[in-house]
């Protein structure tokens, strides 16, 4: 069995609290966050039942290298990466919306556009798309965030209305967030990769909006491959994608969309090793590098744990 982690319990000297998130552990320190990627793995807003082995380093190892190549944009919170599943960085207060931005009509976009919709967060969209099709213009669909429950779609006029984000903050959320598409973009491209849509998140420290949480990962992202895009699209075929979409599907497929009365599939050892391949053929596409299992001598969680405090003495 390959090793996995799905959940950690650490206590720190100077820890104020522990956040468990869908899939982080996040400890709060004074002056800073450290936080822990997990092999936990949500969908539909559902924490599915098993952990998928080399999920939180991959994503952890996707997102440093992005931040790095983003910080020229946006300055944003990490600071020190002392172990494969393990970001620590500066503190700051979330903005309450998810800044969501789509290059092309796909999943939750197509499946609302599917529906009978022409107008996703405000945003009208044109007719005769079919599924996968390419925006005419990215647009920016952002999403309320949720501590629990799912995420919903909301207007920008809401969401200044409201008073969730100023409308100050809002016009450099969404500068940031299309010019950090633009640099997706372009990366994507030179792996021969399509970014399809993505998310990003962002706080504030001392008046100061940082870029935070992961970017460009295959969860936070999708993928396609751009070769035999346009044809799989004349074709009307399905595309070949990198993104945490083909797990969504096999959920969909045996029933379950995270809908009340709805029960999660059974996940046997050939799913978890089927889901976890995946991520290690997410992590070389994505970042052109091979996957090297990293050496565990005791325990991953003791492995982390002292990495950890490695850096808090």
Not at 75 to 95: A, R, T, Y
Not at 107 to 134: F, I, M, Q, S
Not at 187 to 207: H, M, N, P, Q, S
Request: hydrophobic letters at 35%; aromatic letters at 10%.
């Amino acid at each position: 069995m390959r090793p996995a982690i799905k959940e950690t319990n650490y206590n720190f000297p100077g820890l104020e609290k522990l956040y468990k998130g869908k899939v982080r552990d996040v400890y709060f320190f004074p002056d800073k966050l450290v936080m822990v990627a997990t092999d936990r793995i949500s969908a539909f807003d559902v924490i599915l039942p098993k952990p998928i082995p080399y999920k939180g380093m991959i994503l952890t190892q996707i997102a440093r290298e992005n931040l790095e190549a983003s910080r020229d944009i946006v300055p944003n919170w990490l600071e020190q990466s002392p172990d494969p599943n393990v970001s620590i960085g500066k503190k700051c207060e979330p903005f309450k919306v998810e800044m969501v931005i789509r290059g092309y009509v796909a999943g939750h976009a197509w499946r609302e556009y599917r529906a009978g919709k022409r107008t996703l967060c405000g945003v009208a969209l044109p007719e005769g798309l079919k599924e996968n099709d390419r925006l005419p213009s990215p647009i920016i669909t952002p999403a309320t965030k949720a501590e629990e429950g799912h995420d919903e779609d909301i207007s920008r006029e809401e969401i200044i209305r409201q008073g969730i984000v100023s409308e100050e903050d809002y016009i450099q959320l969404e500068d940031f967030t299309r010019k950090l598409f633009e640099l997706g973009t372009k990366r994507a491209a030179e792996r021969g990769l399509i970014l399809v849509d993505t998310k990003y998140e962002f706080g504030k420290a001392a008046g100061r909006i940082y870029l935070i949480d992961e970017i460009h990962t295959p969860d936070s992202s999708r993928y396609f491959y751009k070769e035999g895009y346009e044809e799989r699209q004349a074709k009307g075929e399905k595309q070949k994608q990198l993104s945490k979409e083909f797990v969504r599907q096999w959920l969909i497929e045996n029933n379950f969309q995270g809908l009340e009365g709805q029960t999660v599939p059974e996940m046997d050892e050939d799913i978890v090793n089927m889901i976890s391949d995946r991520y290690i053929e997410l992590y070389e596409s994505v970042t052109g590098n091979k996957f090297e299992e990293p050496e565990i001598k005791n325990s991953l969680e003791d492995r982390i744990y002292h990495n950890i405090m490695s850096t808090l003495t």
